[in-house]
Nanobody, 128 residues
Framework: QVQLVESGGGLVQTGGSLRLSCAVSGSAFGSYSMGWFRQAPGKEREFVASISWTSGSTYYVGSVKGRFTISRDNAKNTVYLQMNSLKPEDTASYYC?????????????????????WGKGTLVTVSS
């Protein structure tokens, strides 16, 4: 079992920054890829970024490349999503996910219901 707890959401103005955290606990999560997804009101959940615990390789959806950075701190068992140059269209609930056998790239194209574990989410609101 793996437990994921997100934090760091809030209200920010357009152009501002936020850093989301995903605290990871449980067994053998070192072999997982970790991802951030988001779901805006009335829309489907979509992939944002992913990272391999072991190699640190990353993968991003095109709309956030150059603005968002995913990273992990193995000592703290935490995955981060640094979000810069935020736009109103980034407003969404952001969810952390873990998938054991996928590369970061594959995690970006897998169906959402294929993820092994999900956190409960943290809300990000970007005001215009």
């Amino acid at each position: 079992q793996v437990q994921l707890v997100e934090s760091g959401g809030g209200l920010v103005q357009t152009g501002g920054s936020l850093r989301l955290s995903c605290a990871v606990s449980g067994s053998a999560f070192g072999s997982y890829s970790m991802g951030w997804f988001r779901q805006a009101p009335g829309k489907e959940r979509e992939f944002v970024a992913s990272i391999s615990w072991t190699s640190g390789s990353t993968y991003y959806v095109g709309s956030v490349k150059g603005r968002f950075t995913i990273s992990r701190d193995n000592a703290k068992n935490t995955v981060y999503l640094q979000m810069n140059s935020l736009k109103p269209e980034d407003t969404a609930s952001y969810y952390c996910a873990a998938e054991r056998f996928a590369t970061p790239e594959r995690m970006g194209i897998m169906p959402n219901n294929a993820m092994d574990y999900w956190g409960k989410g943290t809300l990000v609101t970007v005001s215009s």
